[in-house]
C-alpha cells in the first residue's frame, strides 16, 4: 500500500484509479456518481451542454479530465456558456470553452478534454 501511495504521489491518479478511489472511500457521501458516460459522436458543445445542465441542480460538482497545456484532474464548481470555473490545487481558476478541444487534439497550446474520464457527483441535499 505505501508503494500504491507513493506512486499516486509522484506519478498522479489515472481514471479508473480515481473511480476506485471515489467507489471504496467517498461513495456514502453521494447520491450519484457518474462516470464514463456514454460520449459517442459527442462534439465540444454537447459536452459543455450536459456539463453545464448538470452542474447547474443543487449540491453537484464535476471532476474533469484534462491534458494539453495540463494534465490532470480538477474541480469544475460551476459553468456558464462561455466558461469553467475551477476550484483546483494548481492555482488555474477557469478555463474558457474557446481554449478547448476534445480528446484527439494533440497540440499542447490548448486544454484536452476527456469527458470517458469526468465525473459527475451529486452530494445528498
Not at 460520449?39 to 460538482?61: G, H, I, K, P, V
Request: charged letters at 25%; one cysteine or more.
Amino acid at each position: 500500500k505505501k508503494r500504491k501511495l507513493s506512486s499516486t504521489i509522484l506519478d498522479g491518479m489515472y481514471a479508473p484509479n480515481l473511480k476506485k478511489l471515489i467507489d471504496e472511500v467517498v461513495k456514502g457521501r453521494f447520491i450519484e456518481v457518474v462516470y464514463n458516460y456514454n460520449w459517442r459522436d459527442y462534439t465540444l458543445d454537447a459536452f459543455w451542454m450536459f456539463s453545464q445542465r448538470y452542474l447547474s441542480e443543487q449540491n453537484t460538482a464535476m471532476i474533469l479530465s484534462v491534458g494539453g497545456r495540463e494534465n490532470h484532474f480538477t474541480t469544475v464548481e460551476k459553468m456558464t456558456d462561455k466558461t469553467m470555473f475551477l476550484v483546483d490545487s494548481s492555482g488555474l481558476k477557469r478555463i474558457n470553452k474557446s481554449q478547448i478541444k476534445l480528446q484527439g487534439y494533440t497540440k499542447k497550446d490548448k486544454y484536452v478534454v476527456y469527458p470517458n474520464q469526468c465525473f459527475y457527483l451529486k452530494g445528498k441535499i
